[in-house]
């Protein structure tokens, strides 16, 4: 056909070709009559074929040119049910499918995706053509590569034995499709059965973009021996293919070494080493490698910039990040989406949010990845409620860019700050919007409906998990602890033990805390000793701090002292804490001020230190010198965090801090809790705790009603239902006295009161806490 075919057919054009067909199957159409069908219609060809042969009499001068013209038409738009209408009514009118159509009707099937229509046009092709006529093998090729894009290289194999004339095409077709799937095996055997003399480059490429791991670093090294056999290693395209499969193989020596043999500097395969330096870890050198294409003169382009961006965001170099920044603004690239996301990122890992939100705000047209990498980083740096308020707005904006990431922030974000009723809502969000992580975003719901106090539910969505990875194992395990159900964490891990699945180190300090809050020392000692011996998990300084904070917990404070001596590594800050906690409670004055001492020592600004050494004096009866204590403090100008409670009623969260009377309801709350009022314990000694701001050391019954935690609980008392358990946050750890007071209150209310501070949640009912005052 000539090119003047490839032209579309009007409204009126097609109407008048489909009139046409029409007369001719029902025999309606008389030429004797004198009526002449116009010479763009004809049905019939003019000339005389000159081929001798059956099929190219079919296919090539047949005659209709104009109806496979409007055949390629419909193939072109995509409309593969009206072309299959179309193919049988010329099959009716006696009118061959030329090969061009069929090509095109493949290629649409390939775009598409259809495989229905794809069996439909290939058995018609095969049907009209006998066995002695072989279809051109371009055909055929385009048949092969459409059941390639269609997923179904079964097929094409099938179709690539049958064929009797292969081309270097038909080879390069069947072998890169099992390349690009992963099948090395039937790739590489389909290689070594060419029986060609000389073989195409392209199939070398092929093989090589297929290696993507060291175990194929061989098999690569085989194949680069053939291309220097084959005469093709001096060409740079070839020398950049390899230089990719050697990094992507981890064989960066191999890489940089091509690299360097080449006559011009390509920034495809340096950029590609930068890549595997990046992965690998090695991020000066990907700097280097950076300066050397800078240096060189080469045209960088936005995916240069983007991976070198990502290994300053891994050192957190703010100095390099922000001179690749400035060259950035020089190229006139800060405002693509693909080098304005990772600066976004660059700077949220590096917590500079200001310069972070700047760089978002050039974007011209933020993505998802740009939109997660801002939310992310709100998140990362603590800032929950700019997260949680970016994350809404977006969603609520007619602009749809959400993605999985994003809902698995979320809800991590909302485990940080306990938010039940963002967390559920995300929750339903990201199901119906069909964007909940596999694994990640289920394992993130795991956490957030035990950190919110709902272990229920935390149960109900693990047992959900199809296949739970170690991450999921560990966010159920770790959830138990928080909650004081040991039991319930073992026995999990005894499950993923049965499930085949390894602990990691993360999955033993969720397994230590567990046994901490319980007072399991024998089932640490047990897991601490069989971590390395057993599991293949080297344990840490925070593993030997957690069993250094179970014996001082259960009192067992000369073990802790020793285990801080001899563990095989240097005492932290946390050791030294662990066990001067251990002593404040047990009232060892000499041990916890060597503990006090040598945590001042690590970190003389801790203010927990300095809380933990004024109860320690206090307990032991020595005032003067808590408070001195008191006194350093005030030198240094050490500000304790305000303790603050909240509730949430009716989706609206009511927050208290130490002697709060801005609320509404004041007055209500201060007369429950002088209705529900604590006498001191005969002998008692006044410990300081997170909700205490004065200087002064009096019996402070009245005002330890004042405390944020007892607010909190009043107000929950006289805002909900009797019937209904009542969930208190706090951002401290609880003290003994509000612990007693929660206890109290669900003895005389039975209520149930249910209160997560820093460290655990405490569930009491009847008068009892389900830590056993064990805390």
Known sequence: MTGSLSISLNSSQVVMVSASLNKLKTGSYNNSSGMMIPSWVSLKTKTTPSSSTASTKLHNNGGGDLENMHLVSLAKQGKLSEANLFVHEMDQAGIAVSYRSYLSLFESCAVSRSLFYANLFHAHLSAKTDENNNVPAFV????????????????????????????????????????????????????????????????YFSLFKSLSNTSCLEVGRQLHSHVLRAGYADNDSMKTAIANMYAKCGFLKGAKLLIDRMCQKNVVAMTGLMVAYVQGGNNYDAFRLFATMVESGAQLDEF?????????????????????????????????????????????????????????????????????????????????????RTFT???????????????????????????????????????????????????????????????????????????????????????????????????????????????????????????????????????????????GVEPTVDHYDCMIDIYARAGLLDKAYQLIKTMPFQPDSMSWKCLLGGCSVHCNFELGKIAAEELLQLDPEDIAAYILMFNLYVSS?????????????????????????????????????????????????????????????????????????????????????????????????????????????????????????????????????????????????????SCGDYW
Not at 165 to 189: E, P, V
Not at 421 to 450: F, P
Not at 484 to 509: D, K, W, Y
Not at 663 to 679: F, G, R
Request: one cysteine or more; aromatic letters at 10%; hydrophobic letters at 40%.
């Open 140 to 203: 055929f090729n385009c048949i092969l590569r459409m059941y390639c894009e269609c997923g179904r290289v079964f097929h094409a194999h099938n179709l690539f034995d049958q064929m009797s004339d292969k081309t270097f095409s038909s080879w390069d077709i069947i072998i890169s499709a099992y390349a690009q799937r992963g099948d090395l095996r039937n790739a590489l055997l389909l290689f070594s059965n060419m029986q060609f003399s000389g073989l195409h480059p392209q199939i």
């Open 304 to 388: 240069v910039f983007s991976i070198t961006l990502k290994a300053c965001a891994q050192l957190e170099d703010m100095e390099m990040g922000q001179q690749i920044h400035a060259y950035i603004m020089k190229t006139g690239l800060e405002q693509e989406v693909s080098v304005g996301t990772p600066l976004v990122d660059f700077y949220a890992k590096c917590a500079s949010m200001e310069s972070c939100r700047k760089a978002f705000l050039r974007i011209i047209e933020p993505n998802d990845v740009s939109w997660h990498a801002l939310i992310s980083g709100y998140c990362q740096i603590g800032e929950f409620g700019e997260c949680i």
């Open 393 to 535: 707005s977006l969603r609520r904006s007619n602009v749809v860019l959400l993605n999985s990431f994003m809902y698995t922030t979320i809800l991590q974000c909302c485990s940080a700050v306990a938010d039940f009723s963002l967390g559920t809502q995300a929750h339903g969000d990201a199901i119906k919007r069909g964007l909940v992580s596999y694994l990640h975003g289920e394992s993130a719901m795991v956490t957030m409906y035990a950190k919110c106090g709902r272990l229920d539910y935390a149960y109900q969505v693990f047992e959900s998990i199809v296949q739970p990875d170690v991450v999921a194992w560990t966010a159920i395990i770790a959830g138990c602890a928080c909650h004081g159900h040991a039991s319930e964490a073992l026995r999990f891990f005894r499950r993923m033990q049965a499930c085949g699945v390894g602990p990691n180190a993360v999955t033993f300090i969720a397994l230590l805390t567990a046994c901490s809050h319980s007072g399991l020392v024998r089932e640490a000692e047990q897991y601490l000793k069989a971590m390395s011996s057993t599991y």
């Open 621 to 769: 009866g020595k005032l003067k010198e808590a408070a001195d204590v008191r006194r350093r403090m005030a030198e240094r100008d050490l500000q304790k965090e305000v303790g603050c409670s909240w509730i949430t009623i009716k989706g609206q969260v009511h927050r208290f801090i130490v002697g709060d009377k801005y609320h509404p309801q004041t007055e209500a709350i201060y007369s429950k809790l002088n209705e529900l009022k604590v006498p001191r314990t005969k002998n008692e000694h006044v410990i300081l705790n997170e909700d205490d701001v004065g200087d002064k050391l009096p019996e402070r019954n009245e005002q330890l009603l004042d405390h944020s935690e007892r607010l909190a609980i009043a107000y929950g008392l006289i805002s909900t239902p009797i019937d209904t358990a009542i969930m208190i946050y706090k951002n401290l750890r609880a003290c003994k006295d509000c612990h007693d007071f929660a206890k109290h209150v669900s003895g005389i209310t039975g209520r149930e009161i249910v209160v997560r501070d820093s460290n655990r949640f405490h569930h009491f009912k009847s008068g009892e806490c």
